[in-house]
């Protein structure tokens, strides 16, 4: 039982557990824990069912996208899939965001896969940043700040490649698979 719920607060919804990663239409729902431009970074609390802060990046650093994560996915790291969505403006932690997904960026920290999906609102939000295609300089700023970031706090990360929108909905896919199967040690 989370803490907050003894004192009959009420909580907002589990994320990760009661949220559904695509809806009836197809379209991603990315749940936003980081804004762009902020430099504290946020996640998801299975256990508190809370967003919290989980680090503080330096000066100079900030997350350049929205990021979030697909709910009711494991990637291979165990975690929710990560997503970034290409966005003028922040949104805000706990923000609902529905999105296509434009690609994959594909990662290794510390040998671990970590790939991240790109995607881009969807509907009456839809993109006005890059609608026909993102330019090969936007995935190279992502991946030199997660290079950048990881290498800050001791670990190695490098892209190893990128998707397409279709490997991209593969990964989703497999990542639904990984959050309904029993994890195995």
């Not at 350049?64 to 494991?74: H, K």
């Not at 790109?118 to 006005?128: C, E, F, I, L, N």
Request: glycine content about 8%; charged content about 30%.
């Amino acid at each position: 039982m989370p803490i907050l719920r003894r004192y009959n607060i009420a909580v907002m919804t589990d994320f990760v557990r009661d949220f559904e990663p695509l809806g009836e239409d197809g379209q991603l729902r990315i749940v936003i824990d980081t804004p762009k431009g902020n430099r504290n970074k946020y996640k998801w609390d299975e256990k508190l069912e809370l967003f919290r802060l989980t680090k503080v990046l330096p000066p100079g650093f900030a997350f350049p996208w929205n990021y979030g994560f697909l709910p009711r996915t494991r990637s291979q790291d165990g975690d929710p899939l990560d997503a970034i969505v290409l966005m003028e403006e922040p949104a805000f932690c706990g923000c609902v965001i529905f999105a296509r997904p434009r690609a994959i960026l594909r990662m290794e920290s510390d040998g671990d896969r970590n790939d991240r999906i790109v995607a881009s609102p969807a509907g009456a939000h839809d993109d006005r940043l890059y609608v026909d295609e993102i330019p090969d300089r936007i995935f190279d700023e992502i991946g030199v700040f997660f290079e950048g970031y990881h290498r800050l706090r001791g670990e190695k990360t490098k892209t190893i490649g990128r998707g397409d929108a279709e490997d991209a909905m593969a990964e989703i896919r497999a990542a639904m698979a990984r959050y309904l199967s029993p994890i195995t040690s």
